[in-house]
């Protein structure tokens, strides 16, 4: 599967931002999708999962009750609301498949988006 990510941009602190992942594959659709990102200086970090169906979430505690990760299987596109962004979410974010239908585990990941670009300023 390939997926195309984009939505980025420059921002102020507390401004919202919608990113969105569109996806390859539409006739076989049962896998599980998630956003992960990468700030300079620092390891690629999970940020939000979603189950193929939508039924399972989870998100990281540093954006728990600001984001929400949404699937459209119609559209094949996956979205990440981020609401009341701070700067210190400023970073690469990618959107990511896994083979399961639900995973938190990064290494389980196996098809990546080219990333786009999340700048936060205070």
């Known amino acids: 599967v390939q997926l195309q990510a984009s939505g980025g941009g420059l921002v102020q602190a507390g401004d919202s931002l919608r990113l969105s992942c569109a996806v390859s594959?539409?006739?076989?659709?049962?896998?599980?999708m998630g956003w992960f990102r990468q700030a300079p200086g620092k390891d690629r970090e999970i940020v939000s999962v979603?189950?193929?169906?939508?039924?399972?979430?989870y998100y990281d505690d540093s954006v728990k009750g600001r984001f929400t990760i949404s699937r459209d299987i119609a559209k094949g596109t996956l979205y990440l609301q981020m609401n009341s962004l701070k700067p210190e979410d400023t970073a690469i974010y990618y959107c990511a498949a896994t083979r399961r239908l639900y995973s938190e585990y990064e290494n389980e990941y196996y098809s990546w988006g080219q990333g786009t670009q999340v700048t936060v300023s205070s």
């Open positions: 594959e539409r006739t076989q659709t049962r896998f599980g």
């Open positions: 979603t189950s193929w169906n939508g039924g399972r979430t």
